[in-house]
């Protein structure tokens, strides 16, 4: 089962034509996002964040496409980080939050009610506050208020999944000042020269048997994916991942990582979506099936795998193991390998081409990867 057209995607003009908010552009920008938040931070004086001393703990408020920041101070900070570094999504504040705690508020726009409400009650409370977010937005003047350090969104991207860099860099060049974690600036640029490579392999231009997330958006096409990160890195990614494909590809993704997500993932296999229900034992189904008597072919399961060269043996024996398994029942298996260096550098080299991914695959499905009707209506019918 096929639904993508794979000469959409080599065609640049359709692809322009379609993008009516240049998605593919601006995820172009995400290392030149780096480099500029990284001016805005220092222009906003994240050093001084929490008046330069080190906080009892640290929380992160922050939904939608932002909510993958919090979820990367987390793993970052989770080996080593003298101090709890907790995420939130909406309210209300957890009531251990008070004076010796700060909290990290981001939304694009600014104006999103969950990190808006949370970064007002911990102003009240008397929580140090860090936000980020556009210039003069309300959350903006919540942090004013509050004496806070507030960093302008760097590039004005149209959403914020396509925001991403200029979100979360200023935080991580505050986990750095704090020693919460440790993301250099010098780290950081090394960061944005990554997402230039994958930009540059990713680009419109590239054809899509060389591009390697075309090839991904075609081995995806026609499938039920499920993202799964084999360790704690890539699990991060494969949040990010599903979401991008949900959100921007419109196919329903589903996440894990190891070695929780091991049982789940495999038995699946066992579904209507992998070998059971009568399926061939090699994913091929029935090959004297009448399609107008039968019905439609069920889509496969697609497993994404996205794999970290950083894990050690026992974590990569278990990921063997899994796609093992989903191979010998007949799914569609793709795998996806974080490039070598710091963990940010790893993360950042999965989530840009996945990005990319389900941004082409969107396109090749003929869907704006931008607009969605449905979203619309949702915030006319909650407005």
């Known amino acids: 089962m096929a639904w993508v057209d794979e000469n959409r995607l080599d065609d640049v003009e359709a692809l322009a034509a379609l993008d009516t908010r240049d998605t593919l552009r601006w995820l172009a920008s995400a290392g030149a996002q780096v480099r500029r938040a990284l001016v805005a931070a220092e222009e906003a004086g994240v050093g001084r964040v929490a008046g330069g001393e080190r906080p009892r703990s640290v929380l992160v408020a922050a939904l939608g496409g932002s909510g993958i920041v919090g979820d990367v101070l987390d793993l970052l900070a989770e080996p080593g980080s003298p101090v709890p570094v907790a995420a939130r999504r909406d309210a209300p504040l957890p009531g251990w939050v008070g004076p010796l705690d700060l909290v990290i508020a981001v939304s ?25 977010g556009a210039a003069g937005s309300p959350l903006a003047d919540v942090c004013a208020r509050a004496r806070g350090v507030h960093v302008d969104v760097a590039l004005p991207a149209p959403s914020s999944r396509t925001a991403l860099w200029s979100l979360l860099t200023p935080v991580l060049v505050a986990a750095d000042a704090l020693g919460l974690a440790s993301s250099p600036p010098s780290v950081l640029e090394s960061v944005a020269d990554v997402l230039d490579e994958v930009a540059e392999e990713c680009r419109p231009s590239s054809d899509a048997f060389v591009n390697p997330a075309k090839v991904l958006a075609l081995g995806l096409d026609g499938t039920v994916p499920v993202v799964l990160g084999d360790g704690a890195l890539t699990g991060v990614a494969a949040c990010r991942a599903a979401q991008m494909l949900s959100r921007t590809a419109r196919v329903p993704a589903t996440h894990g990582a190891l070695p929780d997500a091991a049982a789940s993932v495999v038995a699946t296999l066992d579904g209507p979506f992998g070998s059971g229900l009568g399926a061939a034992p090699t994913g091929g189904g029935d090959i004297f099936a009448d399609p107008y008597l039968d019905g439609p072919a069920v889509p496969r399961l697609g497993l994404l795998a996205l794999r970290d060269p950083a894990l050690g043996p026992a974590g990569a024996s278990l990921a063997e193991a899994v796609l093992g398994s989903a191979r010998e029942s007949g799914v569609v298996v793709l795998e996806q390998e974080a490039r070598a260096g710091h963990p940010v550098e790893r993360l950042a080299s999965l989530v840009a081409l996945t990005d990319y991914a389900a941004t082409y695959l969107a396109l090749g499905l003929g869907l704006d990867p931008s607009v969605s009707r449905h979203v619309t209506d949702l915030r006319d019918r909650t407005s």
Do not use: F, I
């Not at 694009?108 to 980020?132: F, K, N, Y």
């Open 108 to 132: 694009q726009s600014g104006r999103a009610a969950g990190p808006l409400a949370l970064a007002a009650e911990a102003a009240r409370r008397g929580a140090s506050l860090l936000t980020v």
